[in-house]
T-cell receptor, first 115, second 110 residues
Framework: GAGVSQSPSNKVTEKGKDVELRCDPISGHTALYWYRQSLGQGLEFLIYFQGNSAPDKSGLPSDRFSAERTGGSVSTLTIQRTQQEDSAVYLC?????????????FGPGTRLTVL | GIQVEQSPPDLILQEGANSTLRCNFSDSVNNLQWFHQNPWGQLINLFYIPSGTKQNGRLSATTVATERYSLLYISSSQTTDSGVYFCAVEWSFGNEKLTFGTGTRLTIIP
């Protein structure tokens, strides 16, 4: 079956612009996660959605970052007023129920470059 | 939070050699996954292994939860095994997020 998909695969933007990154989780998966991978920070958690519960936003680095998940499926990560330090690969993952016993499956990522 | 350390950070081997990658973690975990990040950046699931031993072809993994470590074994390595291997855990006292180690970069020379 189809895996986690993300779009765009690459995004180049100018400092100060807003960007939106999209994630389509595996069909039937109720849990969705955003991570980012940058040279200085490695792989780090950003935000977690589980069903209709309030998202866990504890990993978002600043209030310029926000995410939503519509209809329990597709998610959009929005970065406002982008800065050069936002340059990274943004990875989305999903799991069946989001419990600690579930495998997380990752998408191919969106490479964001802020000039 | 929980700390995850991987060793060695870099490993260069001849094709056909065997290797052992180690992951140490600082506290109790409910989930442990090993990933291979290929040259295109895709994270490929290798094992979901919070405890015990699993094997898949030339790869196997063992997690000893009581001693807080996991090992990934690669036998008869091939050039396609090159890439970065990550260990990631879900801390038992946190939310369901994965905390990643810094990875082991494996280079297989033909």
């Amino acid at each position: 079956g189809a895996g986690v998909s993300q779009s765009p695969s690459n995004k180049v933007t100018e400092k100060g612009k807003d960007v939106e990154l999209r994630c389509d989780p595996i069909s039937g998966h109720t849990a969705l996660y955003w991570y980012r991978q940058s040279l200085g920070q490695g792989l780090e958690f950003l935000i977690y959605f589980q069903g209709n519960s309030a998202p866990d936003k504890s990993g978002l680095p600043s209030d310029r970052f926000s995410a939503e998940r519509t209809g329990g499926s597709v998610s959009t990560l929005t970065i406002q007023r982008t800065q050069q330090e936002d340059s990274a690969v943004y990875l989305c993952a999903s799991s069946f129920q989001g419990r600690n016993s579930d495998t997380q499956y990752f998408g191919p990522g969106t490479r964001l470059t802020v000039l | 939070g929980i700390q995850v350390e991987q060793s060695p950070p870099d490993l260069i081997l001849q094709e056909g050699a065997n290797s052992t990658l180690r992951c140490n973690f600082s506290d109790s975990v409910n989930n442990l996954q090993w990933f291979h990040q290929n040259p295109w950046g895709q994270l490929i699931n290798l094992f979901y292994i919070p405890s015990g031993t699993k094997q898949n072809g030339r790869l196997s993994a063992t997690t000893v939860a009581t001693e807080r470590y996991s090992l990934l074994y690669i036998s008869s390595s091939q050039t396609t095994d090159s890439g970065v291997y990550f260990c990631a855990v879900e801390w038992s006292f946190g939310n369901e997020k994965l905390t990643f180690g810094t990875g082991t970069r494996l280079t297989i020379i033909p």
